[in-house]
């Protein structure tokens, strides 16, 4: 089982930026594809962005897409999710999630909930018109 810690979600005005962070224990961190999903009041959860085990693939959302990077220390054992231009509609709880399968796929695959294994607690994303 891997903990997975948030951080650095807050409130922002539309336009603005944050980048948050996920913290991973574990000694083999860089044999996980990491994602990145969010969930807003009343909402199911969706996907945001992933990166896989061996750092060469990213795959994001449509409705992100040109706007946030999800990116990867192994050295520190954290992924990040630089957010630009942030609107209204990112506003949700943000939730990191570790595949542990060391799997080979596409979108269909990484954009599922089921992939993941082991989440974090989520960070509020709050961001004013």
């Known amino acids: 089982q891997v903990q997975l810690v948030e951080s650095g979600g807050g409130l922002v005005q539309a336009g603005g930026s944050l980048r948050l962070s996920c913290a991973a224990s574990?000694?083999?961190?860089?044999?996980?594809?990491m994602g990145w999903f969010r969930q807003a009041p009343g909402k199911e959860r969706e996907f945001v962005a992933t990166?896989?085990?061996?750092?060469?693939?990213?795959y994001y959302a449509d409705s992100v897409k040109g706007r946030f990077t999800i990116s990867r220390d192994n050295a520190k054992n954290t992924v990040y999710l630089q957010m630009n231009g942030l609107k209204p509609e990112d506003t949700a709880v943000y939730y990191c999630?570790?595949?542990?399968?060391?799997?080979?796929?596409?979108?269909?695959?990484?954009?599922?909930?089921?992939?993941?294994?082991?989440w974090g607690q989520g960070t509020q994303v709050t961001v004013s018109s």
């Open positions: 990166i896989t085990w061996g750092g060469n693939n990213a």
């Open positions: 999630a570790a595949d542990l399968h060391r799997a080979f796929g596409s979108i269909s695959y990484f954009s599922k909930t089921s992939t993941y294994d082991d």
């Open positions: 574990g000694r083999t961190f860089s044999s996980y594809s």
